[in-house]
């Protein structure tokens, strides 16, 4: 993590660089160079009696390029590199006996915390429009695009009265994608991402035979720095 930070500590320095000219005045200025976001993950197209339960939540945090199309420097792409930590708690468990990973439903009064975690490095591809200018820093914003992951790690943990049991998963699929759009005015905006592929691999199933075929839908906050 600390290498982490030290890389978006100099592409903070460098963004402000590149705005800013040899007699130090703003000229061609860029925007939301960084982001960070929080929200709650939703599963859906899950098998049946599959529910949620405690709060899901999604961190996520990186470094955009923004590249202006246009004079007024409104409109462009935006092309990053970020980190994200994501939790799916629901009555999913997952056992790993014999090097086996099965799936089966739990029962409410069975476990006390369930979930799957994953944390990845995302590539954010965006389309910017907003209506900022070199000297508002207040404006409207609207970015739609896509975002890939790679899911570096991942694991399952469950916690009931007897103790709590954590393994990696390796039904987790690897490369996930889905389209983004966020909107907002200043450094508070709305930010949706649907997954299109599964989370967990194919015929990864529950042990009545049902397919676990869920899809991610993620709904929050996201806040743009320059």
């Known amino acids: 993590m600390k290498a982490n930070f030290f890389l978006f ?3 903070f320095v460098f963004s402000i660089n590149a705005q ?9 200025y860029l925007e939301d160079q960084f982001y960070f976001g929080l929200g709650i993950n939703f599963l859906t197209n899950r098998p049946e009696n599959v529910v949620q339960n405690s709060l899901s939540y999604n961190l996520q945090l990186g470094f955009i390029k923004d590249i202006p199309l246009n004079r007024t420097r409104n409109f462009g792409f935006g092309l990053g590199l970020g980190y994200a930590v994501n939790s799916y708690y629901s009555n999913i468990g997952a056992n790993n006996d014999d090097a086996q990973i099965a799936y089966a439903l739990l029962e409410s009064d069975a476990f006390e915390r369930n979930k799957l975690e994953t944390h990845a490095v995302e590539v954010p591809l965006e389309v910017r ?3 900022s200018t070199a000297t508002d820093y207040r404006f409207w914003r609207i970015y739609a695009g896509l975002r890939f992951a790679y899911i570096f790690a991942g694991s399952s943990k469950l916690v009931t009265e007897g103790g709590t049991t954590r393994f ?3 039904d987790i699929r690897r ?3 889905g389209p983004t759009l966020s909107f907002g005015y200043n450094t508070l905006n709305i930010h949706a991402y649907y997954g299109i592929n599964s989370l ?3 015929n990864v199933v529950l042990d009545s035979g049902a397919a676990i075929d869920t899809r991610v839908l993620r709904i929050g906050v996201i806040f743009y720095i320059l």
């Open 9 to 11: 500590g100099l592409l």
């Open 20 to 28: 800013v000219d040899d007699k130090g005045s703003i000229s061609n």
């Open 129 to 131: 429009w907003r209506t």
């Open 168 to 170: 990696s998963n390796g």
């Open 175 to 177: 490369f996930q994608y």
């Open 200 to 202: 967990l691999d194919e």
